[in-house]
């Protein structure tokens, strides 16, 4: 969608749309995975981890930090990646309200 049409939707209805583009890739979602597993900041683990070559890891690494879903930090010669918590709760309460609860009259559609 180009950039000009993203006025026709609101602010939250944008949100969600980037946030999922963020997660839409499988790589990504076991990089977060993995980060909410470990429950610290991570150096090099991860091409190991995911098996993928190196530059496609950092490709992904660098979709979720531009995202703000992750955070870096150089340590060394490696750059140390982790959850950002207050990305990652903006994230859950806007999935949240998101997918509400849908009760059906019935439970019959279509």
Not at 41 to 70: F, M, P, R, W, Y
Request: contains cysteine; charged residues 20%.
């Amino acid at each position: 969608m180009g950039a000009t049409k993203t006025t026709l939707f609101t602010r939250q209805q944008n949100d969600i749309a980037n946030m999922a583009k963020a997660l839409a890739h499988p790589a990504r979602i076991a990089i977060l995975q993995y980060l909410v597993k470990k429950n610290a900041c991570v150096c090099g683990d991860l091409v190991e981890e995911l098996g993928l070559a190196q530059a496609t890891t950092s490709q992904h690494l660098k979709e979720l930090k531009n995202a703000g879903i992750i955070q870096g930090t150089i340590e060394g010669v490696s750059i140390c990646y982790c959850i950002n918590p207050a990305v990652w709760k903006q994230y859950r309460e806007l999935f949240n309200c998101f997918f509400k609860d849908v009760t059906l009259a019935g439970n019959k559609c279509c």
